[in-house]
């Protein structure tokens, strides 16, 4: 009994011992390993570089006013058409007392002046008839009397200026109309009716009552890093995306990249400006973010791979090219334009090679 017991230990212990043989030697047993490939084919290569910056009109003015005042009318919208001479709105000027009160003593005194020459006039008048005086002494006592006349109404139309912007003479020219300067559309009207506005002048700029803007000429401004600057030249072509239109790309013309840079974020900016191709019926609000693909270079239907596929090592670039069921042979190539995912193939390998991917 004692034997038996003996010779099932024993077997017990060898079963372990094999397992362990076992599952050790599974452990350290690895699945060979299967390269998949990918095959060298024609395409084209684009190599380009991405401008941010937005869509704005190429002439865009602020209309101020011509006096100051306060808003009785406005006669536009955003989004009218309006063309040169159009109004846009109308003011009340409120005068300052004191050149009201200056013009009215003004008036006063060119009144007196003009009784009392008036009066001169008509008695040297008469002594003229009379043969009493001289004709010279005559023309000068009239003469007087004329530019007495003119004082009085040239001081009559000041005051007329001062408290409503326009006097008699001159009609339907006035400053408290307000009136677009050119043809366009109208972006926004800043002010309200009863808003005070201020006249440009050398302390002030003047408040704005509208922004004009002619949408049928729309340019891009944005700004290149100066790593890229160097690449670029004016009349260069542009595709623009433009954010809040996903479905149309435009085309634009660079036409400006500033002489100068601005550091923004501590990097060097320059700013470029390109002319929006607009087909007939295209609109485009003012003030939409766009990105540009400037296109630096560009080969047409060359033998490309992706650039995962190749190995650079110093100057020089590999590739495994399959020559048997998971045979690889190490080929030297030639590369050259690169757009960052593909790049063009000069010699080493020919079309429809099948080109091995690494493991990552």
Excluded: C
Aim: charge should be negative; avoid cysteine; glycine fraction near 8%.
């Amino acid at each position: 009994m004692k034997k038996a017991f003996k010779i099932l230990g024993g077997l017990l212990i060898l079963a372990i011992f094999g397992w362990v043989v076992y599952y050790l030697y599974n452990q350290t047993k690895k699945d060979p390993i299967v390269y998949e490939t990918e095959a060298a084919g024609l395409d084209n290569v684009i190599m380009k570089t991405v401008a941010t910056g937005s869509v704005v009109p190429r002439q865009e003015i602020e209309i101020k006013p011509q006096e100051s005042g306060i808003i009785t009318d406005i006669y536009v919208e955003p989004g009218d058409e309006v063309k040169k001479g159009d109004l846009i709105a109308k003011i009340q000027i409120i005068p300052e007392m004191v050149q009201v009160n200056n013009a009215e003593t003004q008036l006063k005194k060119a009144k007196i002046n003009y009784k009392n020459a008036e009066v001169e006039y008509k008695r040297k008048t008469e002594l003229y008839n009379n043969g009493v005086i001289a004709q010279s002494e005559f023309l000068d006592e009239q003469t007087r009397y004329e530019n007495a006349k003119e004082d009085v109404e040239a001081a009559d139309n000041n005051l007329q200026l001062i408290k409503m912007g326009v006097t008699k003479k001159m009609g339907n020219q006035t400053n408290t109309i307000i009136k677009a300067t050119i043809e366009g559309m109208v972006l926004d009207v800043p002010v309200k009716v009863g808003n005070s506005v201020i006249k440009s002048n050398t302390f002030n700029d003047g408040t704005t009552v509208a922004f004009l803007a002619d949408m049928n000429e729309m340019v891009f401004e944005g700004k290149v890093d100066e790593t890229e600057v160097g690449k670029i030249e004016e009349g260069m072509d542009l595709l623009l995306s433009i954010g809040a239109i996903d479905k149309e790309k435009y085309h634009a013309n660079l036409e400006f990249i500033a002489p100068k840079g601005v550091e923004e974020n501590g990097a060097i900016q320059f700013e470029i400006k390109a002319a929006v191709s607009l087909k007939e019926g295209q609109f485009i609000r003012a003030g939409y973010s766009a990105t540009a693909d400037i296109v630096l270079d560009k080969r047409d239907s060359v033998l490309v791979l992706k650039e995962k596929l190749i190995t650079f090592s110093n100057d020089s670039a590999f590739v495994d090219v399959k020559t048997g069921e998971q045979v690889f042979e190490k080929k030297f190539i030639e590369t050259g334009l690169s757009d960052g995912i593909k790049i063009e193939i000069l010699s080493g390998i020919n079309e429809g090679d099948e080109i091995k991917i690494p493991k990552s």
